[in-house]
């Protein structure tokens, strides 16, 4: 993923006024050095297992990012990130990405709940968990702090292990 920096940087800078209504860290993406740093987190952290971040590629370009965050193992929870570049919008990407790693998080790493949070008005994001079948959980009022300065509150959406529908091909007729 440091290979990435350059690309995610770039994707930053020119979508400045796009990313940056919804996700604070844009305002601070002032430099390539920035992602550099963020990066450098994410693979130094202390409990790699805690945060696990992928890129998203598009016909060999760069589109974004979806990610695990503050994985909690001993209760069996994670939270899902993601943010997409503009011109990548409507075309599944995102639903796909975030579909993935639900199905890894239940088969591979014991995870019982997953959540994710998007601020109120940004129906793009919550679309995403609407489509894949997670539960609206309720608002988390002044949720996060936006880069304007202003709080926006958190829809929190969240889907269990129990509530996966089983896939059609294995469903026996």
Known sequence: ????????????????????????????????????????SILEAEDKKNVCVYTIRYQDSFAGIVGFKATDFDNHK????????????????????????????????DINRI?????????????????????????????ELLSSGHFTDLETYSLLKSDKPIPHHAVKQ
Request: proline share 3%.
């Open 78 to 109: 994670t939270e899902i990130g993601y943010w997409l570049g503009q011109k990548f919008q409507h075309k599944g990407l995102m639903s796909q990405s975030v579909k993935t790693l639900c199905d890894k998080a239940f088969a591979e790493m």
């Open 1 to 40: 993923m440091p290979m990435d920096a350059e690309d995610i940087f770039n994707t930053i800078d020119s979508e400045r006024d796009y990313l940056g209504r919804w996700l604070p860290f844009v305002a601070q993406t002032t430099d390539i050095s920035n992602t550099v740093s963020f990066l450098n």
């Open 115 to 143: 959540q994710i949070k998007c601020a109120v008005g940004n129906t793009r994001s919550s679309n995403i968990p609407k489509r894949l079948g997670f539960k609206l959980e309720g608002i988390e009022r002044d949720g």
